[in-house]
């Protein structure tokens, strides 16, 4: 039985705003990391002092490793970016959004104990504004509005189509 999922309209407005500021904050973060061409993770990865600091230790360790970490990172920020603005795999790009932002999360967290060299966005403990981004892609993964407003909706839907018995 095929389910169609309905918003109302205001679901709809306030999910694909959702939907675009993140991707807007993603891409805007990948276009200033590729417009610098200073930009490390380096950085970042130093100052990492949770369950991922010695993946992080390693990959500043190996300079090809770290240079390709810095390219994935930030084409990964712009194809997801892209990809919730247009509403294009947008669905992959939350979930590929999300997760890079739960290993961002944890390698420098809020924690009591940890202290950063880098100026914090403010004074968080435990819930910071990429855990809750990471949080905001995973609602928007559930929610595919892009097969309403977004490039999406001009995708076939392989999976209904295989249902109504259509071969490809």
């Known amino acids: 039985m095929e389910r169609?999922?309905?918003y109302t309209k205001l679901q709809l407005v306030f999910l694909v705003l959702l939907r675009f500021s993140i991707g807007w904050h993603l891409l805007y973060e990948g276009v200033a990391k590729l417009m610098n061409?200073?930009?490390s993770a380096s950085g970042f990865l130093k100052e990492s002092q949770w369950i991922l600091s010695?993946?992080?230790?390693?990959?500043?360790?190996?300079?090809?490793?770290?240079?390709?970490?810095?390219f994935l990172n930030t084409w990964g920020l712009i194809a997801?970016?892209?990809?919730?603005i247009f509403g294009l795999f947008s669905r992959?790009?939350?979930i590929s959004g999300a997760s890079l932002l739960f290993v961002y999360y944890l390698n420098c967290p809020p924690l009591t104990g940890i202290e950063y060299i880098r100026p914090s966005d403010g004074n968080n403990l435990v819930v910071d504004k990429t855990l809750i981004e990471a949080i905001a892609l995973?609602?928007?993964a559930l929610f595919p509005t892009s097969r309403i407003t977004g490039l999406d909706a001009l995708i076939p839907d392989f999976k209904t189509r295989k249902r109504?018995?259509?071969?490809?």
């Open 138 to 140: 995973c609602v928007l």
């Open 80 to 84: 997801i970016g892209l990809g919730l």
């Open 54 to 70: 010695g993946f992080a230790r390693w990959i500043v360790s190996d300079p090809q490793i770290l240079n390709a970490v810095d």
């Open 164 to 168: 109504k018995g259509e071969v490809y």
């Open 92 to 94: 992959a790009a939350a």
């Open 4 to 6: 169609k999922i309905e």
């Open 37 to 39: 061409p200073q930009w």
